[in-house]
């Protein structure tokens, strides 16, 4: 089946400084992806919509300047996190579809990150 | 009210028991509709898909929408302990997954 890659699973970094997390569709092309925040015990928080090509969509009150992603290709999309606080640290994953709106949205294994 | 509401849990069942895991959603643009199981520390996996109303079994597990009483509904047969799991119901109308808060489940032995 679909499979979405995430990497890297777990990082630490030190305050201020900026972080990469890289969300790849193995196996299809996504012209969309997306990307959430999971603080413990939470349920996932839509931080933005990734597209390929063109600007990214973000949700209310998710500073852009803060979370950069870049959709470059059909099968990558990228978040850093600029300038990490310690408030930052949480679980980050991205999700991807094959198709259309509805078809099935697969999610990566999700990237633990900590600022220290 | 959000758009989806999901008893947090937790719900603690002996194995082999019925569970029976489900979510009210309030927009009547949903239209797909999905549930996910979390495992600590990972990313949800896909465990049903549904776009109309009815039954879909897929192994233990049934996944049960009414789109009348915007209610959606995931049973699972002969739990296991490895089902011990968070699961979530997540809904969209344009690909956009709304998600519910997930429910946290714990077979025991």
């Known amino acids: 089946g679909a499979v979405v890659s995430q990497h890297p699973s777990r990082v630490i970094c030190k305050s201020g400084t900026s972080v990469k997390i890289e969300c790849r569709s193995l196996?299809?092309?996504?012209?969309?992806m997306f990307w959430y925040r999971q603080f413990p015990k939470q349920s996932l928080m839509l931080m933005a919509t990734?597209?390929?090509?063109?600007?990214?969509?973000?949700e209310q009150g998710v500073e852009k300047d803060k979370f950069l992603i870049n959709h470059a290709s059909l099968t990558l999309s990228t978040l850093t996190v600029t300038s990490a606080h310690p408030e930052d640290s949480s679980f980050y994953i991205c999700?991807?579809?094959?198709?259309?709106?509805?078809?099935?949205?697969?999610f990566g294994e999700g990237s633990w990150l900590t600022v220290v | 009210q959000k758009e989806v509401e999901q008893d947090p849990g937790p719900l603690s069942v002996p194995e082999g028991a019925i569970v029976s895991l489900n979510c009210t959603y309030s927009?009547?643009?949903?239209?797909?509709f999905m549930w996910y199981r979390q495992y600590s520390r990972k990313g949800p996996e896909l465990l049903m898909y549904?776009?109309?109303?009815g039954n879909k079994e897929d192994g233990r597990f049934t996944a049960q929408v009414d789109k009348s009483s915007k209610y959606i509904s995931l049973f699972i047969r002969d739990s296991q302990p490895s089902d011990s799991a968070t699961y979530l119901c997540?809904?969209?109308?344009?690909?956009?997954?709304?998600f519910g808060t997930g429910t946290r489940l714990q077979v025991t032995l």
């Open positions: 990734s597209n390929e090509g063109s600007k990214a969509t973000y």
């Open positions: 927009n009547s643009a949903f239209q797909y």
């Open positions: 999700s991807a579809s094959p198709g259309k709106a509805g078809n099935t949205i697969y």
């Open positions: 549904t776009y109309s109303s």
């Open positions: 196996d299809f092309q996504a012209t969309t």
């Open positions: 997540a809904m969209s109308a344009v690909g956009k997954l709304t």
